[in-house]
């Protein structure tokens, strides 16, 4: 493979990616730059160095302790918000003066590992919508929402900048409501919906192609290639259970088994597999994860048999299909392909 894959221990953050503004909006709320900075390996005199990085676990470990000090449950949207207006982030800016909002995902998903590298996302066409489903790269865990969150506010953020409103948009998330306000709506200003299938973004595609306030072709153009300069600081790169996903959708409805993959990787099985721990998964769980995602995108198509489904996925017939997707969401096939309204 051509794209190396990280793990928490890599430098693959810059502290003006992110940081910096995180530790500003918490220390404006009260909290001290010390206790922020406890239990990583960031010095205070590094926040101001252009190019300076740090690891993905010390970056978790920043919105632990933001977490532990504050009881501010608005942080990561006001940070998506804040990260999309940096003037200094060329990825955001080239956002902001891109044609479209198809260029402006376009630019984000190719660009992504420069701002947020610890998600990855899949789009899909659905009727008349486009579906961004937001996936972990690697184990994120109790920091997820946070993330998840930031970077549903910063797409929120540009859309309503840029086109006026988040009207024809809503959010779909896999986490349940809790007795708590939640900040959702008021910080998106869209319709949420809480234990989904999964964590995605639905927008009507007659706002794919509606040209943004700030389009500027000149501009965008000098943004990109500010973005190409900083992969010399920054190379492309992907957490490992992202690039096991993508090597097993690729291989779908083949399935790739352990030496393959590792082998794939440049990796021996006993090294991927002690990786992957490090994550808190398996390969058995990713493969699972692969058919599920794969299972659940072309049941929302409703063009498929449950015969057609188990052979696109790798099972022997359709009834270990049936018992798998059953396990996977709690509902047989066509239960979940009536929730789409398909005949």
């Not at 207006?85 to 995902?105: G, K, P």
């Not at 376009?106 to 590992?113: D, I, K, N, P």
């Amino acid at each position: 493979m051509n794209t190396r894959c990280f793990g928490y221990q890599d430098k693959v953050l810059l502290l003006q990616h992110g940081s910096t503004e995180l530790l500003a909006l918490a220390q404006r709320r009260g909290a001290l730059l010390h206790k922020l900075l406890s239990g990583t390996a960031i010095f205070e005199q590094d926040l101001t160095k252009p190019h300076g990085r740090l690891h993905h676990s010390d970056w978790l470990k920043l919105l632990q302790n933001c977490q532990q000090q504050l009881n501010s449950p608005e942080l990561p949207f006001l940070l998506g918000t804040a990260l999309l207006n940096n003037r200094y982030i060329s990825l955001c800016q080239s956002l902001q003066y891109a044609q479209n909002l198809r260029q402006a995902l376009q630019q984000l998903l190719y660009f992504r590992h420069q701002l947020f590298p610890g998600l990855y996302a899949r789009l899909y066409q659905q009727q008349q919508r486009i579906l961004i489903e937001i996936k972990p790269a690697l184990g994120l865990g109790a920091q997820h929402g946070f993330m998840l969150s930031m970077l549903c506010s910063l797409l929120l953020s540009l859309i309503k900048q840029q086109l006026g409103s988040s009207h024809g948009v809503s959010i779909q998330l896999q986490h349940s409501v809790s007795g708590q306000p939640l900040p959702h709506q008021l910080y998106w200003g869209c319709d949420v919906s809480f234990n989904q299938p999964c964590d995605s973004i639905s927008i009507a595609q007659s706002l794919w192609q509606q040209s943004f306030i700030d389009a500027d072709a000149s501009r965008f153009n000098a943004a990109r290639r500010t973005c190409r300069q900083l992969n010399r600081v920054l190379p492309k790169q992907r957490a490992l259970p992202e690039s096991i996903c993508r090597l097993q959708r690729r291989a779908l409805p083949q399935l790739l088994n352990q030496d393959q993959v590792a082998a794939a990787l440049g990796l021996s099985s006993s090294s991927l597999k002690r990786q992957l721990s490090q994550h808190n998964t398996n390969f058995a769980t990713l493969l699972d994860e692969v058919r599920r995602d794969a299972a659940r995108t072309l049941l929302q198509q409703g063009l498929y048999s449950n015969r057609q489904l188990a052979q696109k996925l790798g099972y022997s017939d359709e009834h270990n299909f049936r018992r798998a997707f059953k396990r996977w969401t709690g509902l047989i096939p066509s239960d979940f392909k009536g929730l789409f309204h398909f005949n």
